[in-house]
């Protein structure tokens, strides 16, 4: 399968692959999985308390290469946004950023899931309720 | 109940050649069971079925259609292409257990990406922390071989036992499809989509564990 130029980019030069501390109050950790394939994907986020802005983003994903751009892709994304805007990432803005062919959306489907799971992982630690609206800086 | 689109009689076993007057059918429509001339279930005999596709196979053969018309060979080559489609797919269990289920009109594997919520879609997060886990194991001695490096025994024989410990976990899985598929075959229409939607979760299931199965034997044999 040819990959586009942006995949083929972000999986030679991975942006944000890591770890952070799982254990810490600030950072929140996704792990997901999709069962279309087996593949897994690790994303963590360290928000600051006060301004909710994400300030870093680390990422592990073992799948395949648009699996690995899409997250990359989303680590990048998410870091400077607030907790609501990483929010409004949807899947579909990666499919058209990275161009991926309709077998490989489920790649993006699953950096989409890595974000929730990471943004509802500090939620519940930092006891911020589901609905509750950020308030705009 | 299909009909010979040249003698119009019943077509009996497989729906791609009349037994009666030999004529090959240019139905594409015809499904995999059908072609194999199988009752539609989980259940099969290989060996039985086996035989089958090599007896249409020398039936439906091409070559035996060098002097017929030209439809006529063009339905012997689309025939074979459909009954070498339909044997490799009913021959192996897990593909078998896909097909059905879609055919039965149910979203499997690569049809339900993009639906779905990523809650259902998840597995049991104790597994892909398992999974998650030994796949960082890994990359590590992937890692280190690459270095050229030689293999931390303690590290060889920690990853060999996990692996057989994930092969027996996909045993379960396979063991539970069988069951399962076994009630689908005997059951009525309510057991049958409760089972479906068993086997839906169990093959979602599986593919990680296949997955790790595949990377442990892969990796390990690079360090043997
Ligand atoms: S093929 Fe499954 S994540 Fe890309
Ligand atoms: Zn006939």
Same mark, same amino acid.
């Given at each position: ?5 942006? $995949?083929?980019? +972000?999986?030679?030069?991975? !942006? ?15 792990? &997901? ?13 360290? $928000? ?8 870093? *983003? ?19 994304? $998410? ?59 | 109940?299909? +009909? ?12 791609? &050649? ?5 004529? $090959? ?32 196979? !020398? ?7 060098? !002097? ?37 009109? +149910? *979203? &499997? ?32 001695? !992937? ?32 063991? %539970?499809?069988? %069951? ?36 442990? +034997? ?5 360090? %043997?």
């Amino acid at each position: 399968m040819a990959y586009s130029d942006k $995949v083929v980019d +972000h999986y030679n030069n991975p !942006r944000n692959v890591g770890t952070l501390d799982k254990s810490s109050e600030e950072v929140g950790t996704g792990l &997901v999985g999709a069962p279309e394939c087996g593949d897994v994907m690790r994303l963590q986020i360290r $928000v600051n308390p006060e301004t909710q802005v994400i300030e870093e *983003a680390k990422f592990k994903t073992f799948g395949c290469g648009s699996a690995i751009a899409s997250s990359s892709l989303a680590t990048e994304w $998410v870091k400077g946004k607030t907790i609501a805007e990483a929010m409004e990432i949807k899947n579909t803005d990666i499919v058209k950023e990275l161009a991926l062919p309709p077998v490989k959306i489920h790649c993006s489907v699953l950096a989409e899931d890595a974000i929730r799971a990471a943004i509802g992982d500090w939620k519940k630690k930092n006891g911020v309720a589901e609905t509750v609206a950020v308030a705009a800086n | 109940m299909n +009909h010979c689109t040249s003698c119009q009689k019943a077509l009996e076993g497989s729906w791609l &050649v009349c037994a009666d007057c030999g004529a $090959v059918q240019s139905d594409s429509t015809i499904d995999f069971f059908q072609a194999l001339g199988h009752e539609r279930r989980f259940g099969i005999d290989t060996a039985a079925l086996e035989r089958e596709f090599h007896r249409l196979s !020398r039936r439906l053969h091409p070559d035996r259609f060098a !002097r017929a018309s030209a439809e006529e060979q063009q339905n012997s080559l689309a025939a074979t292409a459909l009954l070498n489609d339909a044997w490799r797919t009913l021959r192996d269990p897990v593909s078998r257990l896909e097909y059905l289920l879609k055919l039965e009109g +149910h *979203a &499997v594997g690569e049809e339900h990406a993009g639906k779905g919520k990523s809650a259902e879609r998840q597995p049991p997060s104790d597994l892909l922390e398992e999974v998650f886990e030994l796949n960082v194991q890994l990359e590590e001695l !992937r890692m280190s071989q690459k270095m050229g490096e030689a293999a931390d025994g303690a590290v060889v024989k920690d990853l060999a036992a996990t692996g057989v410990r994930f092969e027996s976990m996909l045993q379960a899985v396979d063991d %539970a499809l069988a %069951a399962e598929s076994a009630k689908w075959d005997t059951g009525a229409a309510e057991a049958r989509t409760e089972a479906a939607t068993r086997m839906i979760q169990l093959l979602d299931r599986r593919r990680y564990l296949q997955n790790l199965v595949r990377d442990v +034997h892969e990796t390990l044999g690079a360090a %043997a």
